[in-house]
């Protein structure tokens, strides 16, 4: 997976489950279809949580990767 330019960049670090899906709910619900959504977290549980809420929600996971204790995904919103 090939990192993106995201449209919006959420902050959830020193957030725990299940904060980081709420607001990354709340926050990909105020964007437009085909825009990128970056949550940054450092919750361990999150690396299956952000995943699962994307796929569950009809959304895409474009990218995940650990980068200096920081866990970065990029969602694409489908609808």
């Not at 994307?54 to 609808?79: C, M, N, P």
Request: proline share 5%.
């Amino acid at each position: 997976m090939e990192r993106a330019v995201p449209d919006r960049v959420l902050d959830c670090l020193g957030q725990y489950c299940p904060m980081p899906v709420l607001l990354a709910r709340q926050a990909i619900d105020e964007m437009a279809a085909g825009q990128v959504l970056e949550v940054v977290v450092n919750d361990r549980a999150a690396e299956e949580d952000i995943p699962r809420w994307a796929k569950r929600t009809g959304h895409s996971l474009v990218y995940i990767a650990w980068d200096d204790g920081r866990l970065v995904f990029q969602v694409r919103k489908e609808q």
